[in-house]
């Protein structure tokens, strides 16, 4: 998979990509991931990326021109079909079978919506996509960008090392995950569920799947209503 970031401020991002998971990603060449400044895609000297809205109002609006140029210039260098994505607030909300869905996306360009706004024609004619990350504002979509990564990359074939550590998870078939415990067992007076160190590996899944559906019943049963 290949990944191009555009945003006004590149710099953020290498926070997440240099390390951790998405790293990791990055070094087995699951994924390749690029950032791009839009104002390297700027033509004027003072590398202008906003302007006043049309019409008045307060704020500035990022332009569609370095946008356009950027993504032309992204496009030109991948081989095959790219998804261009604008990270919004009023984007479809990213959830775990979105983010399975982008995960099998040859390419993806996301750009980073910013302050008061994003010329329209950024959305009409540049995205084919509109992703949020729930219902409230960040003050751009860097954050939200790395978010998408990342719940993207760690679906990729072969980046989670236990090819099990996928099966289980919060939001497999839209419940949450069972409780975990490790060592010790014994543990001030906390105890471990019993079930879980009886090596009687039946009753244990059962025991899960069970705590599962209890779990998202208390905590999200919206969950159980899709
Ligand atoms: Cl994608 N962008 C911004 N600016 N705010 C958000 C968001 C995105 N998703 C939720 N809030």
Redesign the pocket.
């Known amino acids: 998979m290949r990944i191009d970031i555009i945003s006004i401020f590149p710099k953020m991002f290498s926070a997440v990509l240099d390390e951790s998971m998405v790293k990791r990603a990055q070094l087995k060449g699951k994924v390749k991931i690029f950032t791009h400044d839009l104002r390297d895609y700027t033509l004027d000297k003072h590398r202008k990326v906003d302007d006043r809205p049309f019409g008045g109002g307060s704020g500035m609006v990022l332009q569609v021109e370095p946008i356009f140029r950027a993504v032309q210039a992204i496009k030109k260098k991948i081989k095959g079909k790219a998804k261009v994505i604008?990270?919004?607030?009023q984007?479809k909300r990213?959830n775990q079978a979105y983010a399975k869905k982008l995960s099998g996306c040859r390419n993806l360009i996301l750009i980073?919506?910013?302050y008061e706004g994003i010329d329209e024609r950024v959305r009409q004619y540049l995205a084919d996509e509109?992703?949020?990350?729930?219902?409230?504002?960040?003050?751009?979509?860097e954050?939200?960008?790395m978010v998408?990564v990342d719940s993207l990359v760690r679906l990729l074939p072969g980046v989670l090392g236990d090819k099990n550590s996928l099966n289980f998870e919060s939001f497999e078939g839209n419940l949450l995950e069972y409780p975990q415990y490790s060592r010790p067992a014994k543990f001030k007076n906390w105890p471990v569920p019993e079930v879980l160190v009886s090596g009687d590996h039946r009753k244990i899944n059962a025991w899960r799947k069970l705590q599962s559906f209890k779990r998202t019943r208390l905590k999200r049963p919206d969950l159980l209503k899709q």
Do not use: M, Q
Not at 130 to 141: H, K, Q, R, W
């Open positions: 604008l990270l919004c607030p984007g990213l980073c919506g910013h509109e992703v949020s990350i729930g219902d409230y504002v960040l003050t751009g979509g954050l939200a960008a998408l």
